[in-house]
């Protein structure tokens, strides 16, 4: 699967991986080639006008060799008129000619590649945000959205200039073959014997340059990573007065960097002296033997600065195609990456925002029959074992226990995150598989223990519970959720942003906010992940009245942190190591002499 391979990656900057070319690969390209069909007109269009526009270009040194044969001897050179001014003006038709169809061709590319990476990158988004919670459990999330967007931009610049360039140089290189064995069948076998003499000690060179340029990303992205890791953890870094040592563990990867650079650029130097005295001593023998030609009268010398054009551009465009390939390579291996998350299986959701109707009506009752879970990413530790509770419509249930034993991955098993593979969760007595996805989504909430926000305007942020819902209503949810005055308290009252380039709201106005939210959405089930460290008794007050408003008449699953809080829950389940040990209500919980309630409470100094 993709996942190995994306997580393999270092970082963005780093030049993306190449895959080999085969059928199947192929096949897989054939797929992101379907974004294109909608355009495929204007793609053929385009295709021809490229064609076209190497085609004008293969007449210019024609041009100039008739330019020249005309001073020199006035004398008709094949096709084309002897005079000088009639050449001229066809060399100017031709510009123009060229020109026109340039303009449409480059803008035809941009605008086919533009439109059909919209469409790829609008599916690869959705299909990312409705893969399973697992997907991204496994890798790391910045990672995967850099590696996307490097992915994609390769796969929009093969289309806009890639595939031109190669058509445009094949055609050059053919057409440029051509027509010198037809200006001059002997200097073009001169140059036939020594090109394929010359080829194979430049794929030589090119591939031990590449080998130490990469060598050089690679050592370039650890030292980036060393960087990344000490800005991050740096109060680590300085509790521990390692300044130092991290200074010194950067430097040696950077001299390294320093050092394999260097090294590539004595071989690249080595190779330009070699590209220099070669080419140019091809051309000089070219025009040396040519120039022997014109002397016994077995060439013009406007074919001879024709022939040479003609070589020079053969040679550029042969030059350029293993850089082309190498970037072919790179595009089937950034679109096998995309294709795979394309093709990856997501959660049925919504597809259509404004579905917002519930076809399913969820009362509340909620039992857990038997439920075993591990994991899918650890298949040998089993988090569940077997757990059954029941709880009916408006009931508040709470769930205790020790950090690990599996709170948390219960109330990720109602959201439907991930699903049992022993056991069922029902819903109001009806397996969670009768429902829809986003039916049960729509009716559990959940304020989690720590809120995190968008940054947009706190109105936004409210609205998310229910999309499209009116500002009275936000309001009204604000209230309720005693945000209302510390909102009002802004300036900017439900205008202001927050986050980042925001105000910073404390633990406490951020949980209010997440509990407005969860009023709006008004869901038949709630989950509270009661928030672990205590906020100021003030904060806590309002907090508290805010979750019993949003409480009154839906079922609470409450993830308890301090056991004064619960104790006027319907139902206390204890959790230890995926087993309920303990159920009852605190004071039967109480009676219980050797049980874990008891002990936790007893910490707590809540007996
Ligand atoms: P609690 O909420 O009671 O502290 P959790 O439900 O978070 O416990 O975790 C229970 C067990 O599942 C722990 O051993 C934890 O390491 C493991 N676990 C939690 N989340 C994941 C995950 N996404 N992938 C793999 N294991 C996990």
């Avoid at 077995?298 to 550029?316: C, H, N, P």
């Avoid at 205790?400 to 991930?418: D, M, N």
Wanted: net charge neutral.
């Amino acid at each position: 699967m993709a996942r190995g391979r994306l997580n393999s990656g270092n970082a963005a900057e780093q030049e993306l991986p190449k895959a080999k070319i085969n059928r199947r690969s192929l096949h897989n390209i054939k797929q992101l080639f379907n974004y294109l069909k909608p355009y495929r007109l204007k793609f053929a269009g385009a295709m021809f006008f490229l064609f076209l526009s190497s085609l004008t270009g293969l007449a210019f040194p024609k041009l100039v060799g008739g330019l020249v044969d005309a001073a020199s001897h006035s004398l008709k050179q094949g096709l084309l008129p002897g005079n000088l001014n009639d050449i001229g003006l066809i060399a100017l038709a031709v510009l123009f000619a060229q020109g026109f169809v340039s303009f449409f061709r480059v803008t035809w590319f941009v605008q086919i590649a533009e439109n059909a990476l919209a469409d790829i990158r609008r599916d690869t988004y959705f299909k990312l945000i409705t893969l399973p919670m697992d997907f991204f459990a496994n890798r790391r999330v910045g990672e995967l959205n850099s590696r996307i967007s490097s992915d994609l931009s390769q796969i929009q610049d093969t289309i806009t200039t890639n595939f031109a360039e190669i058509i445009r140089q094949i055609t050059l290189m053919i057409g440029g073959i051509i027509l010198m064995a037809m200006v001059s069948g002997k200097l073009a076998l001169v140059i036939l014997v020594i090109l394929p003499l010359l080829i194979p000690s430049a794929i030589l060179f090119a591939r031990y340059t590449r080998k130490i340029s990469r060598a050089a990303q690679d050592e370039l992205a650890a030292s980036n990573t060393i960087v990344q890791e000490t800005l991050l953890g740096i109060a680590s870094v300085k509790a521990f007065v390692n300044e130092a040592f991290e200074a010194a563990r950067y430097d040696k990867s950077i001299r390294n960097v320093a050092r394999l650079g260097i090294k590539g650029a004595t071989v690249r130097g080595l190779f330009a002296a070699f590209v220099v005295f070669i080419g140019f001593g091809v051309i000089f023998c070219m025009v040396w033997y040519g120039a022997h030609l014109v002397l016994i009268k077995d060439l013009k010398f406007g074919e001879l600065i024709q022939f040479v054009i003609y070589a020079m551009m053969v040679s550029t465009s042969l030059a350029s195609l293993p850089e082309q390939y190498a970037n072919i390579q790179r595009t089937v291996g950034a679109s096998e990456r995309v294709i795979e998350i394309l093709n990856d299986k997501g959660e049925s959701v919504n597809i259509i925002e404004s579905e917002n109707r519930i076809k399913q009506k969820i009362e509340g009752n909620l039992s857990f029959n038997n439920v075993q879970f591990h994991y899918p990413s650890r298949p040998e530790i089993e988090v569940l074992k077997g757990v059954s509770f029941d709880a009916t419509a408006g009931q508040k249930v709470a769930i205790v226990g020790p950090s690990g034993s599996g709170k948390s991955t219960t109330a990720s098993l109602i959201l439907q995150f991930y699903h049992p593979q022993n056991g069922e969760l029902l819903f109001d007595g009806k397996p969670a598989s009768a429902y829809s996805l986003t039916d049960i989504r729509k009716q559990v909430a959940i304020v989690p223990q720590d809120v995190i926000l968008f940054g947009g305007t706190i109105r936004e942020n409210i609205a998310y519970g229910k999309l499209g819902a009116t500002d009275e209503e936000i309001e009204q949810a604000a209230k309720r959720a005693n945000a209302y005055d510390f909102i009002t308290g802004f300036p900017e009252g439900f205008s202001t942003v927050v986050g980042e380039r925001g105000v910073k709201l404390s633990g406490g106005q951020r949980q209010r906010i997440a509990i407005a939210r969860a009023l709006l959405k008004n869901p038949s089930i709630l989950i509270l992940d009661e928030a672990t460290s205590s906020l100021d008794s003030e904060s806590e007050r309002l907090v508290q009245e805010a979750l019993e408003e949003l409480m009154k008449g839906r079922t609470s699953i409450i993830i308890a942190h301090r056991l004064s809080t619960i104790r006027e829950a319907d139902q206390i389940i204890v959790l230890e190591k995926g087993v309920i040990v303990e159920s009852g209500n605190h004071d039967e919980l109480l009676q219980n002499e050797s049980g874990l309630y008891r002990y936790l409470s007893s910490l707590q100094f809540e007996v």
